[in-house]
């Protein structure tokens, strides 16, 4: 029997870097919301852990895909294997946190395909071995993000909202922008905060700070540039997603966004319309 599973994108509502930890990491508080735009996955019975991709060159074995499986594998014991497959959607190294939501998922499908019986606890400690923005993925929807990515608190599903996502034609390694970093973007949280209670009391969506903007369009002037651009067509509802360079705006229906993509479409950004992911719905299919 083959398992077909979609891995859905993220982006960030809010995010406030609150300071640096002995570790190297940094302590945030963010706002997530999964999004349609999703790579899918399908997952065969085998003896072997094997993994191939539509994109060549994220085949190996430091894919985050391959590394869950395997420690999953590890951690409970497993001897069966099983032939993985990624057809890649959501661009890489963009801010959207494709690769951890293909760990997630992957998680998600090896305890279902091995039959396995994993403490809740375990499986969110091994996705945030794997990275930071795994256990929101293994959550989905909206929710309150703290600590390095690991504590991870649902927020009820805000109305369906459509986003607008254009990504500049640049890669942008998440260690970089935490690098750049400066003391000056550290804040509170209460910003963050405030938008999560906005959004318990049944509020609308919308966009909180980014502490890692700046940091972006200093290293990456055609990340501003995107920002100014999708600004202009969304009377300045604009975001950056987290460490970019993807811009996101949310738009009240798919019509109103897809107008917007139209606008920019002489230009470089890749871009997608896609609406908001609740966790406890049927999914809808890809963006
Ligand atoms: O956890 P992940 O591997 O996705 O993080 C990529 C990089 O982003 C880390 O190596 C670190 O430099 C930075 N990061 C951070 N603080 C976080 C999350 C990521 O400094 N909370």
């Known amino acids: 029997m083959e398992r077909e599973n979609q891995a859905y994108a993220k982006i960030n509502l ?22 349609s735009l999703c790579d899918d996955l399908t997952f065969a019975p085998a003896e072997e852990v094997t993994f191939t991709c539509s994109q060549a060159e994220l085949t190996g074995p430091s894919n985050l895909v391959v590394r869950a499986a395997n420690r999953l594998r590890q951690v409970c014991g497993v001897s069966a294997g099983c032939a993985i497959h990624l057809e890649k959607h959501i661009p890489h190294a963009a801010g959207l946190g ?5 760990a997630a998922a992957t998680l998600r499908s090896l305890v279902k395909l091995w039959a396995l019986t994993v403490p809740k606890g375990t499986l969110y400690r091994l996705a945030s071995q794997l990275g930071s923005d795994v256990p929101f993925f293994l959550q989905q929807g909206t929710a309150l993000v703290e600590g390095r ?17 254009a990504k500049p034609p640049i890669q942008v390694p998440t260690a970089e922008i935490f690098a750049r970093l400066q003391r000056a973007a550290w804040s509170d949280g209460s910003r963050t905060h405030a938008l999560a209670s906005h959004l318990r009391q049944g509020g609308a969506v919308q966009f909180g700070p980014n502490s890692l903007q700046d940091a972006l369009f200093s290293a990456y002037p055609l990340a501003q540039d995107c920002f100014e651009r999708v600004s202009q067509v969304s009377e300045g509802r ?6 970019g360079p993807t811009i996101v705006a949310w738009f009240p229906s798919q019509d109103e966004a897809r ?13 997608f319309v896609a609406s908001s992911v609740a966790s406890h719905r049927e999914k809808p299919s890809c963006a």
């Not at 494709?98 to 293909?102: A, F, K």
């Not at 604009?238 to 460490?243: D, E, R």
């Not at 107008?259 to 871009?271: G, I």
């Open 14 to 35: 809010s995010l406030e870097v609150l300071g640096k930890r002995a570790d190297g990491f940094h302590d945030l508080v963010s706002v997530m919301q999964t999004v």
């Open 98 to 102: 494709g690769g951890s939501s293909d």
């Open 149 to 165: 990515g690991e504590r991870v608190t649902p927020l009820p599903d805000p109305p369906t909202r459509w986003y607008l996502l």
């Open 238 to 243: 604009a975001a950056v997603s987290g460490s």
């Open 259 to 271: 107008r917007a993509a139209e606008r920019l479409e002489d230009n470089q950004f890749a871009l």
